[in-house]
C-alpha cells in the first residue's frame, strides 16, 4: 500500500503537536524550552547567482604506465604526498633487464672487433690496388665487408641503446612536481608490458596542483552575461568559498544540447583539491533569487522529509521544510520559514527534552 507524504508528514507533526495543546495549564513542554537554544532565521542576502555542478580537472597530469616487465621491489610515495621532479616513485627488479644489456654491450664488441678488422684489410687491398697486385673485384669485395662491418657495429650500438632503456624503465621517476592521485602497485607485485605504451599495466597517477581548472555547461542565454561578467564563485564539498576572476566562455555552442561550455581556472589551494572532486560553480552575472540559510544540523529528516522545531509564542512544533542547495554546512530554505522566526538548534536535544517534559508532566 502506498503511503501518500502528505498524510505522513500530517501524522508526524500530530505527534508532535499532540502535547502542546489541548490542556487548560501551561503544558509541561513550555518548563523545558527555556533550556533549549534557539536561532533565528536571517534574511536573505543578495542574490548572488545560479550555480552549476562542476568536477575539479588536472591540466597537467600523467598516468605513468610500466614499459617493462619486472617486478615491483620498493614504492617511495603514495597516494597525496608531493613529489619533486625526478623522485623516483618506485623501483622493479632489473635482472633480465641487466642481462639483456650486458648480452648486447658483448655483441657491440664483437661488432667493433669486426670492423677494425675490415677497416684495416680494406686498407691493406687499397694500397696492393694502387700496386695492381689485386683486381677491382678484390677491392669492392673488400669494401663491402667494410660496409657491412659498419652496419653491425650501428646496429649493436642501437641494440646497447634499446637495452640500456629497458633497465631505465626499471626506475619510474615523477615526470614534474607534484602530487601523487593514484597508486596501483605494491612491493612484490609483478607488472607486465604489453608491447606498447597504451597496453602497459599503470603503476602511479601524478598531477601538478598548479594547473587545476573546471568545465561547466551552461544554457545559451547565460553565457553573454557570464562572458561580459567573468567571475565566479566556487563552493567545496568541505565549506571552503573561493572567488575566481580567471573565467573563460567558449566561443561556440554545442549543436546537440544548446550549451555553452564555461572554463574556470582554479588558482593555487591549501588543501589542493583533489581531481575529479565535485564543488558548485556560481556565476554572479546569473543572478538569482537570494533564499535565507540555515544550519544542516537543525534538520530533522525522515526519509525525504525534512523539517525544523520552530518556537513560537512559547510552543514548539515541527514544520516541514522546502530546501534548495547547501553550501559547506548551511541550507538554503525555499519555502517553509520566514526571516526572524526561532528555531532549534538541536533537534535531538529537542526532541530529548520534550520527550521527558511530557514524562515528567504525566
Not at 24 to 40: C, F, G, N, V
Request: glycine fraction near 8%; hydrophobic fraction near 45%; proline fraction near 6%.
Amino acid at each position: 500500500m502506498r503511503i501518500d507524504p502528505k498524510m505522513l508528514v500530517a501524522a508526524l507533526l500530530a505527534g508532535v503537536l499532540a502535547g502542546c495543546g489541548g490542556n487548560a495549564k501551561p503544558p509541561p513542554e513550555q518548563q523545558s524550552i527555556k533550556d533549549i537554544q534557539t536561532l533565528k532565521v536571517p534574511a536573505a542576502g543578495a542574490g548572488s547567482g545560479r550555480a552549476w555542478d562542476g568536477v575539479v580537472e588536472a591540466v597537467r597530469q600523467a598516468t605513468l604506465s610500466a614499459q617493462t616487465s619486472a617486478r615491483v621491489v620498493e614504492v617511495n610515495y603514495d597516494v597525496g604526498d608531493k613529489v619533486a621532479a625526478g623522485a623516483v616513485l618506485l623501483r622493479m627488479t632489473a635482472v633480465e633487464q641487466q642481462a639483456g644489456l650486458d648480452s648486447a654491450r658483448a655483441q657491440l664488441q664483437v661488432a667493433e672487433a669486426a670492423l677494425v678488422e675490415a677497416e684495416n684489410t680494406w686498407r691493406r687491398y687499397v694500397a696492393l690496388a694502387d700496386q695492381q697486385f689485386i683486381s677491382k673485384l678484390q677491392l669492392d669485395q673488400a669494401r663491402a665487408t667494410r660496409d657491412s662491418a659498419i652496419a653491425a657495429r650501428d646496429a649493436a650500438r642501437a641494440q646497447v641503446s634499446n637495452a640500456a632503456r629497458q633497465a631505465d624503465y626499471t626506475t619510474v621517476r615523477a615526470p614534474f612536481a607534484g602530487i601523487v592521485s593514484a597508486r596501483n602497485v605494491e612491493p612484490g607485485e609483478s607488472v607486465v608490458f604489453g608491447g606498447n605504451l597504451i597496453s602497459g599495466q599503470t603503476l602511479m597517477t601524478v598531477f601538478s596542483p598548479d594547473a587545476l581548472r573546471i568545465d561547466v555547461s551552461v544554457p545559451q542565454s547565460d553565457a553573454a552575461a557570464i562572458r561580459a561578467q567573468p567571475q565566479a564563485q566556487l563552493v567545496f564539498d568541505d565549506g571552503r568559498t573561493v572567488n575566481i576572476d580567471k573565467v573563460m566562455v567558449f566561443p561556440s555552442a554545442d549543436p546537440a544540447t544548446h550549451s555553452v561550455k564555461v572554463r574556470v581556472q582554479l588558482p593555487r589551494l591549501d588543501p589542493v583539491p583533489m581531481p575529479g572532486a565535485s564543488v558548485k560553480v556560481r556565476f554572479p552575472a546569473t543572478k538569482g533569487g537570494a533564499l535565507p540559510r540555515i544550519p544542516a544540523s537543525a534538520l530533522v529528516r525522515r526519509g525525504e522529509l525534512n523539517a525544523v522545531y520552530v518556537l513560537a509564542e512559547e510552543r514548539l512544533s515541527l514544520r516541514q521544510l522546502r530546501l534548495g542547495e547547501q553550501f559547506g554546512k548551511e541550507v538554503e530554505v525555499i519555502a517553509g520559514l520566514q526571516p526572524g522566526e526561532a528555531i532549534a538548534v538541536d533537534p535531538v536535544a529537542t526532541a530529548q527534552a520534550l520527550a521527558k517534559a511530557r514524562q515528567s508532566g504525566s
